[in-house]
Structure formats: C-alpha cells, structure tokens
C-alpha cells in the first residue's frame, strides 16, 4: 500500500506534558518508600548539568536492584500507584488533543517515535492515554537519522511494520520539540519544530525542510497545506 504522507510525533514535551509525568512519578515513588524524592532530584540535577536526558524509571530501578530487593515487583507497584494518580489529569500538551483528532479525523497515518527508555517512555504512554497508538521507543536522539533509514533505492519509505504493515510512503513528516530530533532528516521529507526549547544557534542551523512554529495549533494550520482536504 502507498499513501502519501506519514506523520511522526514526538511526545516528551510535544504531546505529553513530561514535567507534569515526572511530577506524578516521584509522588507515586514516594509511596513505597524505597527510593526518596531527593535521592531522585539530586540524580536528575546532575544529569541535566551534563546535557543528558534522566530516566526516572531507570534510575529508580537501579536503585532497587543495588539494595537486592524485587524490581520489577516494586516497580510494578510503583507504575500501578503513577496510573492511578495520573488518571483524574489531562497529561497532553495546549492543542495536542486537537492535533490528533485532525490526523484520525482525516485519516492521515501517523506514529509516535519517542525517545528514551523502555519502562519511562511506557508508563508516560499509558498515563497520558496514548498507548494504543501505534508507537516506537528509541535510544536515538537524532530521529532524522531513523527515518533516512526507512528511505528505499527509489526514494520512497518503508514505514516500519510497528507504525503500518507492508506500508510506502512518498514522504514522512516529523512533529518534534528538540533541533537535535531534525539531524540528518532527508531533503525529502519535512519538519515542524515547535516551542523549541534550545539555544538560538542551534535553532538557526535546522535545515530549510525544518519550520519552526510556537505551539501545535501552528502545525495544525501547515499539515492543512501539506495534506489538503
């Protein structure tokens, strides 16, 4: 099957709201009383001066498995408290619902590539109610350089089977927060970077396919030129 466009989202901070996630993870790590909340801060503290991204999930696990105690039994309490308190909250970015809707209402195909850590990235997924759509779980930031994988002798992509099975598409659209996501993106494809949270160097060099816009609504209105009705 061939389609013209496929649409690739992010969701740390693109769809879900990932401070808010973090926020409701210690409050639920809190409640086994295994891991305190300011063993966690100080981690993420110390990972953020270095640049990097801290995976909550796997640092607190690391922690369980250093003490010899039953990781993924707690862990699995821990994520089961994380839901329970995650689901009275609208856990999605201003304008993320309405994103979705204009892609599932116009049966445009589309994915989520996020990355980071299995655990953290799925329990983020569940919280904020986009499990069930189609979804990959990278350990690679520059996702530009994923989906110049997907790019056959022809031109043409092959979506992977996760996303859609025995798909083609002519070209693929990246939705994503991070100038580092839009590296190595091929000539044929376009981005929409939104709300960049980066240097303005590096928001300077994204490449000409790149458009740079401060909310979702803004991608809305380009995937309506992109994909007109």
Same mark, same amino acid.
């Given at each position: 099957?061939?389609?013209?466009?496929?649409? #690739?989202? %992010? /969701?740390?901070?693109?769809?879900?709201?990932? $401070?808010?996630l973090?926020?409701?993870? $210690?409050?639920?790590?809190?409640?086994? %009383? +295994?891991?305190?909340?300011?063993? @966690? *801060?100080?981690?993420?503290?110390q990972?953020?001066?270095?640049?990097?991204? +801290?995976?909550t =999930?796997?640092?607190?696990?690391?922690?369980?498995?250093?003490? *010899?105690?039953?990781?993924?039994?707690?862990?699995?309490?821990?994520?089961?408290? /994380?839901?329970?308190?995650?689901?009275?909250?609208?856990?999605?970015?201003?304008?993320?619902?309405?994103?979705?809707?204009?892609l599932?209402?116009?049966?445009l195909? +589309?994915?989520?590539?996020?990355?980071?850590?299995?655990?953290?990235?799925?329990?983020?997924?569940?919280?904020?109610?986009?499990?069930? @759509?189609?979804?990959?779980?990278?350990?690679?930031?520059?996702?530009?350089?994923?989906? =110049?994988?997907? &790019?056959? *002798? %022809?031109?043409? /992509?092959?979506i992977?089977?996760?996303?859609?099975?025995?798909?083609?598409?002519?070209? #693929?659209?990246?939705?994503?927060?991070?100038?580092?996501? +839009?590296?190595?993106?091929?000539?044929?494809?376009?981005?929409?970077? #939104?709300?960049?949270?980066?240097? =303005? &160097?590096?928001?300077?060099?994204?490449?000409?396919? #790149?458009?740079?816009?401060? %909310?979702?609504?803004?991608?809305?209105?380009?995937?309506?030129?992109?994909?007109?009705?």
């Amino acid at each position: 099957m061939k389609v013209n466009t496929f649409y #690739v989202l %992010d /969701f740390d901070r693109c769809l879900g709201r990932t $401070e808010r996630l973090q926020e409701l993870l $210690e409050n639920a790590v809190e409640t086994e %009383d +295994f891991v305190s909340l300011d063993m @966690i *801060q100080y981690a993420h503290t110390q990972v953020k001066k270095t640049g990097g991204s +801290f995976d909550t =999930a796997a640092y607190v696990r690391q922690v369980l498995k250093d003490r *010899q105690l039953d990781v993924n039994r707690i862990w699995g309490k821990i994520e089961t408290s /994380f839901l329970t308190l995650a689901s009275g909250e609208d856990l999605l970015e201003l304008y993320a619902r309405e994103l979705l809707d204009e892609l599932t209402n116009r049966q445009l195909p +589309f994915g989520i590539l996020t990355y980071g850590g299995y655990e953290w990235q799925t329990a983020k997924l569940k919280a904020a109610g986009l499990y069930t @759509i189609p979804h990959i779980i990278t350990s690679y930031k520059e996702k530009g350089k994923t989906i =110049a994988g997907w &790019q056959r *002798q %022809d031109g043409w /992509f092959l979506i992977p089977r996760e996303f859609l099975n025995d798909t083609v598409t002519r070209t #693929v659209v990246l939705i994503d927060d991070k100038p580092v996501s +839009f590296q190595s993106l091929p000539p044929s494809t376009k981005g929409i970077c #939104v709300a960049p949270q980066a240097p =303005a &160097q590096e928001i300077a060099a994204l490449p000409s396919s #790149v458009t740079v816009v401060p %909310d979702l609504k803004k991608a809305i209105d380009i995937i309506a030129t992109i994909d007109k009705p």
